[in-house]
């Protein structure tokens, strides 16, 4: 049974977005009074703000977690037309600060023309490395963001555009713009990645898009970003309105969007990779008569797909829930330190 509680949030204005952290132990939210606070569960269920700051000089519309691999670390975007980066460490400047935690701002990304309205983390994922004569290894790759924006002139491309974090400048680089991307982003949602060597990303505009992702090889003398080759998987217009939320569920096989039509409409790829609608729900979860959602496809809904094309529905953070960890965490940050090995 599930129980809802109520928390004080002690926000000055309206909360915006609310985000687990990978293990559901921490929480962020963000507000239109410009500040983000982070929350930790207590041992009784409890939860505590640990810290609050002011992030931006505009109302701040999404805030999102990276995998733990790459330590504590939060992305937040805001109408001021900036996306930021922040990441907690513990104080040891000196005795005040020592063994205290704290968020500093890692980097602040300027490139958008409007107000930025979403702002997520790649997840992470391991590619091949070798030296010849030797055997193949994963090895963890860098650590990615997306930053989408609400720039209704249809004249600029590249809405959404994607950087890349250097271990050795410690700075965000631009690696990519996605310049189809011509109208108002909304939502932006990663594909989990399970053992893939690229990345899928959802796009909610005027319609629905899925891009593939794959880094290109770097030459061992560069220092720039990493390239990435943008393929266009699928493009669907069958809302007939503004979409507003994609979500993925958790085997990345099930995509979700809800739009201005009052529907949720679920996607799916066959061997081929042709994607197609294969269920259509209203506000209340049942399916619109006379499409594609017959029984055999609408029980794919169970469990985790449920759940996801109802959070896109419902515009909570667009999937923003969490799931039992795969793997434990890794000590460290990966900010100017190599990750330790298993």
């Known amino acids: 049974m599930f129980v809802a509680r109520s928390i004080a949030a002690d926000h000055k204005d309206l909360i915006h977005d609310v985000s687990y952290d990978f293990h559901g132990r921490r929480m962020a939210t963000c507000s239109s009074d410009q500040s983000v606070k982070v929350w930790d569960k207590s041992e009784s269920g409890d939860w505590h703000c640990t810290a609050s700051w002011k992030t931006h000089s505009g109302s701040v519309w999404r805030v ?18 900036t996306a930021a980066v922040w990441e907690e460490i513990v104080g040891e400047s000196n005795d005040k600060q020592r063994g205290q935690s704290h968020w500093i701002k890692r980097t602040t990304l300027v490139d958008s023309r409007t107000s930025v309205t979403d702002v997520k983390f790649a997840p992470k994922h391991m590619a091949a490395a070798a030296s010849p004569g030797t055997p193949q290894v994963l090895v963890p790759t860098h650590l990615w963001i997306a930053v989408g924006s609400d720039d209704s002139n249809v004249t600029y491309g590249g809405k959404v555009q994607i950087y890349e974090y250097n271990e050795n400048t410690r700075k965000y680089a631009k ?14 949602a990663f594909a989990p990645n399970l053992g893939r060597s690229f990345h899928v990303l959802a796009i909610a505009t005027k319609d629905v898009r899925i891009f593939k992702l794959v880094p290109l090889r770097k030459e061992s003398s560069s220092t720039g970003p990493t390239k990435l080759e943008v393929q266009i998987l699928a493009q669907f217009d069958s809302h007939n309105s503004q979409v507003w ?10 995509l979700a969007s809800s739009g201005d039509d009052g529907c949720v409409r679920l996607w799916k790829a066959n061997y081929m990779d042709n994607w197609k609608c294969t269920g259509i729900l209203k506000g209340d979860g049942s399916p619109v008569n006379g499409s594609s959602g017959q029984p055999s496809a609408l029980n794919t809904l169970v469990g985790s797909s449920l759940q996801t094309s109802q959070n896109a529905l419902n515009g909570c953070a667009a999937g923003r829930y969490f799931f039992p960890p795969l793997d ?3 000590a460290g940050s990966r900010f100017g330190q190599l990750l330790p090995q298993p």
């Open 328 to 330: 434990p965490p890794r």
């Open 175 to 188: 690696a990519e713009t996605l310049m189809t991307v011509t109208d108002a982003v909304h939502d932006i």
């Open 64 to 81: 999102t977690w990276a995998h733990p691999e790459f330590g504590q670390v939060l992305a937040s975007c805001s109408f001021d037309r």
């Open 245 to 254: 939320r994609v979500a993925w569920n958790i085997t990345s096989t099930l």
